[in-house]
């Protein structure tokens, strides 16, 4: 028999500033936690999915949540999914404003109309003068980099970005 049932003889009568009922009252509290609270593979899946749909790549969210790539790639096909681009190329403006991503520098010449037998540093040369700079990332450029009105270069069209 408990301490409060020995010295209330039932629960219902004990009142409620008893340290011991208090102590019951927790471990009840933690109880009903634990059969409500999700697993935590459901609650790790769910945040992949959201660093997912935000833009982020599979390792940068191995990184984040710290599993392996290999999980978040099987997570992925489990539900059907693929990683939104990544991009090589950032266009800026002069105030560093991102304008345009691309995997590729034809791409952006060829957007601009700098499509003549001119070399690729000569074409480089011809956006600065006109403002335009381009930037390449130490690893890549991922969706959630790019800002919303932003244009993207994707199978051979180009996008906007709402």
């Known amino acids: ?28 509290e933690k109880i009903i936690d634990l059969q409500t609270s999700e697993p935590a593979a459901v609650i790790r899946q769910k945040k992949i999915l959201m660093l997912l749909e935000k833009g982020y ?12 790539k290999r999980h978040v790639q099987r997570i992925l096909k489990k539900n059907n999914l693929t990683p939104k681009p990544n991009f090589v ?5 002069k105030n560093g404003t991102a304008l345009m991503f691309s995997n590729t520098l034809r791409s952006i010449f060829n957007y601009f109309g700098l499509n003549s037998h001119s070399s690729n540093k000569q074409k480089i040369n011809e956006l600065r003068k006109k403002g335009l700079y381009i930037k390449t990332a130490k690893d890549k450029y991922c969706w959630h980099d790019i800002p919303n009105a932003a244009l993207y270069y994707l199978d051979s069209k180009w996008y906007m970005k709402f």
């Open 89 to 93: 190329y950032k266009i800026t403006n």
């Open 57 to 68: 790549d599979v390792s940068q969210i191995s990184q984040r949540i710290g599993i392996t």
């Open 1 to 28: 028999m408990g301490e409060v049932e020995r010295r209330y003889r039932t629960v219902l009568d004990a009142p409620d500033n008893d340290d011991n009922l208090k102590e019951l009252q927790k471990i009840g």
